[in-house]
């Protein structure tokens, strides 16, 4: 390699690598076991979807939103139609809102399941990874009953939802939650104060709340550094003014924290969805005067949710046609990824996988 000093040795970590989550590559110079440089290489999934939305109407684009972060899509399709009802000047029923509220929570539950069962393997513990994906699937279970999918759900859609929640949905869902809840006390004992995860976790890959606000990291990367910033608080969306939770906080910045602080949402995210169903309001779940092609009057809109990945949002244009003119996805995983470069320089080999996984990114986010 051009470049390389006599002493250093530069490999890859990916693509194709089991703990990068992903389609992922990353160029590593290394001195020993220390990096001097790291180069993140990203685009393998890149399949132009920013584009394609512009040739399809309003309702198509909600599919393509399904495959940005396809372990969290709930809250893509939620982001995606409250950007197009600003445009088209619809507001969802209070029905509606409150199922939102209900998917989008049990989705970050699935998916910081599957951090936290993946994140156990990246570290060397196999067994969590089993519990998660018990509980996982039943969510699972859940979401197939109500929309028929289990990943591409397509199930919030302009200016409501796809189907109304039964009482036999809701009755599982409640019986879910009671299961759940003592199941956070068993991962504590499985994983977060196991003494070896700890001391791979704990004192790594700090990151300073100055240093996470200079990045724009977002969601619990930004939260594991301590910074009070949550987008269903400072700027809320489908009423979630109306639910009481905590937003959790790290001391550290370290990796522990940003894992603790999405074992922490998993707890609030339950609060939410038990408060949404006991108010769950009577009355339609689709909003009147949706149309089947719609044709927003030119102008612009943007909207923003707080995804499980963070801050996630979209700005869509239109110039008065049955497809947006430009839209663009504010992706987390896409700016949450950019600080490796800096951060894991100086950090031990055995290190960055302990790094890279408490970011949590998805590269279908990313690449888009």
């Not at 399809?56 to 939103?65: D, E, F, K, P």
């Not at 989008?104 to 513990?125: K, P, Q, W």
Request: proline share 5%; aromatic share 10%.
């Amino acid at each position: 390699m051009s470049g390389l000093k006599s002493d250093q040795l530069f490999i890859n970590l990916g693509p194709q690598h089991p703990s990068t989550h992903g389609v992922l590559r990353i160029g590593l110079t290394i001195n020993g076991e220390v990096i001097v440089k790291a180069v993140p290489d990203i685009g393998y999934l890149h399949r132009g979807t920013e584009k394609l939305a512009e040739v399809r109407n309003y309702h198509h684009c909600v599919v393509l939103t399904d495959r940005w972060d396809y372990v969290a899509a709930m809250p893509n399709n939620l982001v995606f139609c409250l950007a197009a009802e600003k445009l088209m000047g619809v507001k969802a029923t209070p029905r509606a809102d409150a199922l939102r509220v209900i998917m989008c929570e049990m989705n970050r539950v699935a998916s910081h399941l599957l951090f936290f069962g993946t994140y156990g393997i990246d570290l060397g513990a196999y067994t969590p990874f089993l519990y998660a994906f018990r509980e996982r699937e039943m969510i699972l279970d859940l979401f197939e009953m109500i929309c028929g999918a289990r990943l591409t759900y397509n199930y919030i859609r302009l200016g409501g939802v796809m189907t109304d929640a039964s009482e036999d949905w809701l009755k599982r869902t409640k019986e879910f939650v009671e299961y759940f809840k003592p199941r956070l006390d068993e991962y504590d004992t499985l994983l977060t104060y196991n003494p070896i995860f700890m001391a791979r976790t704990q004192g790594v890959g700090i990151v300073t709340p100055e240093e996470a606000v200079s990045w724009a990291l977002s969601g619990p990367n930004l939260r594991g550094s301590g910074v009070n910033h949550d987008v269903r608080k400072s700027d809320p969306y489908s009423g979630y003014e109306n639910y009481e939770f905590d937003v959790p906080l790290g001391k550290t910045g370290s990796c522990w924290d940003r894992y603790f602080c999405r074992v922490q949402e998993m707890r609030q995210s339950i609060r939410i969805i038990e408060a949404a169903i006991a108010k769950l309001p009577a009355g339609p779940f689709m909003a009147p005067g949706v149309a089947k092609i719609p044709k927003p009057a030119p102008g612009e809109a943007y909207a923003h949710v707080e995804g499980a990945r963070g801050d996630l949002g979209i700005y869509i244009a239109s110039d008065g046609g049955i497809s947006p003119f430009r839209m663009h996805v504010h992706a987390p995983s896409f700016i949450n990824l950019a600080m490796l470069q800096e951060k894991l320089v100086g950090m031990k080999v055995s290190d960055v996988i302990a790094l890279l996984g408490s970011i949590d990114i998805v590269l279908g986010e990313v690449d888009r």
